[in-house]
Nanobody, 126 residues
Framework: QVQFLESGGGLVQAGGSLRVSCAVS????????MGWFRQAPGKEREFVAG????????KYADSVEGRFAISRDNAKNTVYLQMNSLKPEDTAVYYC???????????????????WGRGTQVTVSS
């Protein structure tokens, strides 16, 4: 059974930083590409960042490029999202996701990820 443990969300002031983590069990983590998505109230879920199995390929949404960084530690079965210069519009539930499909590349579309965590809330106050 695939399980995700997302942590690190919380409340932060605009301009601040947070790092969210997602520890995964029940699959061979190093064989999977990983992604972060987010969903704000009343909005559709959107792509934030993706990373290949090795970490050698990453992709970012334009809205977070230069502010957020995705990384992974295959020895710890964990993917991270470092978020800097946070803005109120970054407020959302952040979800991590895993896919074994073509894991050598970073994926941006949610239908390419069959496995999903339950999410962690990130709130940025103005």
């Amino acid at each position: 059974q695939v399980q995700f443990l997302e942590s690190g969300g919380g409340l932060v002031q605009a301009g601040g930083s947070l790092r969210v983590s997602c520890a995964v069990s029940g699959l061979t983590f190093s064989s999977y590409a990983m992604g972060w998505f987010r969903q704000a109230p009343g909005k559709e879920r959107e792509f934030v960042a993706g990373i290949s199995w090795s970490g050698g390929s990453t992709k970012y949404a334009d809205s977070v490029e230069g502010r957020f960084a995705i990384s992974r530690d295959n020895a710890k079965n964990t993917v991270y999202l470092q978020m800097n210069s946070l803005k109120p519009e970054d407020t959302a539930v952040y979800y991590c996701a895993a896919t074994k499909w073509n894991p050598a590349v970073a994926h941006t579309r949610d239908h390419e990820y069959p496995y999903w965590g339950r999410g962690t809330q990130v709130t940025v106050s103005s």
